[in-house]
Every structure is written in C-alpha cells, then in structure tokens.
C-alpha cells in the first residue's frame, strides 16, 4: 500500500510538473488585444509553426508589467507608452519591438454622440464633464485609461463627479457598463468592433487627426531572451506580420491593428 | 521572500488608513450579501420545510433540483441575470443591470437553494419519535411545519450562515451583473480582483483580510444564536 500511495504521488508531481510546461511561453497582455480574440489568433499561428505551447492572459497595462518583473510572464504585450519607458529603463536586459497599432474611439449613445460631432478628442470630453453625460472610466492603470488622463488633461479638467462611473475592469465588461448605462467610453477600435453588434453605442464623429488617438502595442521580452525573444523576433519578422494581417483580416475583413 | 513582505507590509497600511472608500465597500457588502440571504432564507426555508416533511409526487426530482442549485456556479447564475436584465432583455425594462440591486437578486438566486437544501436535511434527519410527537399533536400543515422549524432551529440557523458565507464569498455574479462600478457596485470580492488586476497585491490582501474579518462576525454571531437554543 506504502509503495502504491508513492507511487501515486510521484505520479501527481510528474503530471503537475509536465502541466507546468517547462517550454510554455506565458504570454500577459492587455485586455483590448485579449478581449477581441487577436492575440490568441496569433499566437496559434506560432504554435502551429514552432510547436513551441504558448498561454495568453489579459490584464491591464499595469498588472501585465508587473508580471513581467515578477517572472509571471514572459512576454507582455503593452499599450501605455509612458509605462512601458520606465519598465525599459529599470530592465536594460528586456528587448522590445513595436507589434502593431489600432486607434481609440469615443464611443456613445446615438442621440448624445451626434452632439459631439466635430470636436477634437479634448473638446469632446470637456462638453461631457461639462453637461454632466455619463462617463465610464477603465481606472485600472491600462493603456486605454492612461489615453483618457492624457485627454482629460489636455481639456483641462480634472475629471470627478457623480457622472463618471469607475470600473476598475477591462475593456469589454466596462464596455458593457457603458453600454447599459447610456455613457460614453473611450474604446479601444477592434474591442469595440468586436462588441458592437450587442451594444448601441456609436462612435462619436469627431475631428481626429489620428495623433492623439493612435494606439500602438509593444512587445516586451523582459528576460531578453530564451523562448521569449524567439517569439519576438518571429512577432516582428515577415511571418508574424503576415500572421496578424491574417488574424486582423478573419477577425474584422480589414486592418484593425496594423502591423 | 522579500515580495511576501512588502505584500504584507501594504496590506497591513492598507487596513491602517481605513477611508471613506473602503467603508462604502464594506458596507455595501454587507447590504447586498445580508438582504440577499434574508430573501434566501425567506423563500427556502419554507421550501425546505416543504421538501423535508411534505409527502408528494415529484417531491424527490424537486429536491434533487434544490440539491444541485446549491452547486450552481456563481457565475451561471450572473450570467441568466445579465441576459434578463440587458436592455433588450425580458427585465429590460427595469434598468437594473450594474445597479445594487441586480446584485441582491444574483446573489438570492445562489442563496435560496442553500436555505432550502439545509433545512430540507434538517427536517428530514428529525428522529421518528419526535415525528410522532409532532403528529400527535393533530396540527394543521402549517402548525406541523412551524414546530419542525423550532425543532431544527438550529439547522434553519446553519443553512443561514451556509447562504450567507457562501454569497458573501462570490465574486461571478456581482461582477457580471454588478460591474464593480466605484461608490455604487463595488463590493470587498470585486475590488480584490480589481486591485489583483492592478498589482496592488498589499490592498487585495488587506480586503481580504476585512472579508475574512465579516465572514468571522457573521459566524460568530449565527453560532452563538444556534448554541443557546440548542442549549436552551
């Protein structure tokens, strides 16, 4: 019996240590890629090609860099420029690419958006605060909700009040929030796209001269490299390019996160 | 090692500046989770009553329902309410998505088969001698129904704190149907995984630590009631 009950155990170690994957790549990005699907699309094509197992997770910007330092993952995909500096300078062994970029809308309830048409991303917001519309805000220290600061801030307003609902969640569910609530949003294109069949927000028309509103992705490889740096190089190379235009063009028929 | 002490080192200064905020969230808490178990216990423990001394067709499918509804996954039960309540859902209408009280009801629905379950047990585990102490006293099935429930108080008291620390605990539902909205739906179980998300692991702890605290208060309390009339 003694022996059996050891072998048993040795077995359950054997098992959990195989589970743990010694080769798997832990992939931690942001919840815009992550919710829409296009992360997972791409890394599959990896998968495909290396046979080397690859796990995504979605969590905000912040969490996702934390990870990278903790040895919780090994490849982050970000959004939030400003963060991603200050992780590059406290780890001068991590390599990184530019992957591939989308765009923030403002998005909103019909009636109200039509109101907004024209503005620049500032004057839009500053109208919001101003006439009390329901704003939902990510507050979670994402790239999406490092953009909104970056826009408050440039209205010039502090942004507080009954009429701004904190979320502290990701992109699709304060998505959702906004949606059920009749707020406004800033959204990240493919998630929006992605949710726009079950949601009756619309995308505020506003005058957009896609500075401000550009959302561009980097891939981080903290450790610099090993399996990491493969993936990055492979991301950055004519195979992963083509893997994304693929991803973006099943997923949305056209270039949502351009390479 | 060193992580582990700067985790509890912020949890510990987490707890220390007790503000506003994290008084709203737990008494939230206790409001959604607290009114959620009343209407639990409320409706289930009728129920259970039913279920235990009732004699009927379809009693046995009816408890296995109840039996497995104690299973059911806080999530499933967060999700039926979200399809209901969406806007161009069925209670559409009643705009009560990411509101307090899409919470109570998500958290009544995992509450109610846990009142109705328990008591359900309890009633069917009273010993044959006091059956027939009750039969003999040729009450109505109301009557009949009332003195079980003093005598498995008890148990009535268990499938309380049961319900109660199982909602109390969840974190599915009243993040689907709540959205964790700050100073309106946030609740202790939402912002630990806000502030996990977030790698602000110290404050996670530190409300977890407060969940731990109110689960201990809630039990305490229920089982010093079920002690003096089990006593008494």
Known sequence: ?259 | MEFLWDVIRDAVAALGDFGPELREVLWLTIVVSGLATVIGVVTGVPVGLGLGLGRFRGRKVALTIVNAGMGIPPVLAGLVLLVVLWDDGPLGGLDALFTPGAMVAAQALLAFPIAAGVTAAAVANLGFDAREHIAALGLSRTGTAAVSAREVWPGIVGATAAAFGRVVSEVGAVLIVGGNIRGETRVLTTAIVEEARQARFGAAVGLGVLLLVLALVVSTVLTATQLRRADG
């Open chain 1, 1 to 259: 019996m003694r022996h059996r009950a050891g072998l048993v155990l040795a077995l359950a170690i054997t098992v959990t240590a195989a589970a743990c994957g010694g080769d798997r790549v832990v992939v931690a990005a942001g919840t815009t890629v992550v919710d829409g699907g296009l992360l997972d699309a791409v890394v599959e094509r990896y998968e495909a090609a290396t046979g080397t197992p690859v796990a995504v997770t979605g969590a905000a910007t912040r969490e996702v860099l934390a990870l990278g330092e903790r040895g919780g993952a090994d490849f982050l995909v970000t959004h939030a420029p400003a963060q991603e500096a200050e992780f590059l300078v406290r780890h001068p062994e991590a390599v990184s690419s530019r992957v591939f970029a989308s765009r923030f809308l403002l998005v909103g309830p019909p009636e109200r958006a039509a109101g907004l048409v024209g503005l620049d991303p500032p004057g839009a917001f500053a109208t919001i605060a101003e006439r009390g519309w329901t704003f939902v805000t990510r507050a979670d220290g994402s790239g999406t909700h490092d953009k909104e600061l970056e826009i408050w801030a440039l209205a010039g307003i502090e942004p507080a009040g009954s009429w701004l609902l904190s979320t502290g969640q990701g992109m699709g569910l304060s998505l959702q929030v906004a949606d059920q609530r009749s707020g406004f949003i800033l959204v990240e294109e493919g998630t929006f796209l992605v949710a726009q069949p079950t949601v009756s927000l619309v995308p505020v028309e506003w005058a957009d001269d896609g500075a401000l509103t550009a959302n561009p992705y980097t891939a981080i490889a903290p450790s610099g490299d090993g399996a990491a740096a493969d993936l990055l190089a492979w991301m950055t190379g004519p195979e992963g390019v083509a893997a994304i235009t693929a991803a973006n063009v099943a997923a949305y028929g056209r270039l949502v996160y351009v390479p």
